[in-house]
């Protein structure tokens, strides 16, 4: 089984930064996709910025420039280190591992979510 532990949300002003990061334990035996979505209220989910199996990570447009996604292979974790953040970047930021276990069983798995509000 495999949890993720988020950390790092929290309260900024506009023009500010925050680092978010993402550890998942257990045993994972190869991972598809590792990254961040973002949700606000009666809004879907949406991509912030991942890494998929094609290597190079994938940013919305509306971070690209500012966000960076970052991984560490050997910890299994994750980072998104924000930048110039904006009113419109506040939400519940999550975090997405999706891979496979040493049996080869496929996971989706999400985190808990942590909130990033941004005030102006």
């Known amino acids: 089984q495999v949890q993720l532990v988020e950390s790092g949300g929290g309260l900024v002003q506009a023009g500010g930064s925050l680092r978010l990061s993402c550890a998942a334990s257990?045993?994972?035996?190869?991972?598809?996709?590792m990254g961040w979505y973002r949700q606000t209220p009666g809004i879907q989910r949406d991509l912030v910025a991942a890494?998929?199996?094609?290597?190079?990570?994938n940013y919305a447009d509306s971070v690209k420039g500012r966000f960076t996604i970052s991984r560490d292979n050997t910890k299994n974790t994750v980072y998104l280190q924000m930048n110039s953040l904006k009113p419109e970047d506040t939400a519940v930021y999550y975090c997405?591992?999706?891979?496979?276990?040493?049996?080869?069983?496929?996971?989706?798995?999400w985190g808990q979510g942590t909130q990033v509000t941004v005030s102006s």
């Open positions: 997405r591992v999706q891979g496979r276990l040493p049996n080869g069983a496929l996971f989706d798995d």
């Open positions: 257990g045993t994972i035996s190869s991972i598809n996709i």
């Open positions: 890494f998929t199996s094609g290597g190079s990570p």
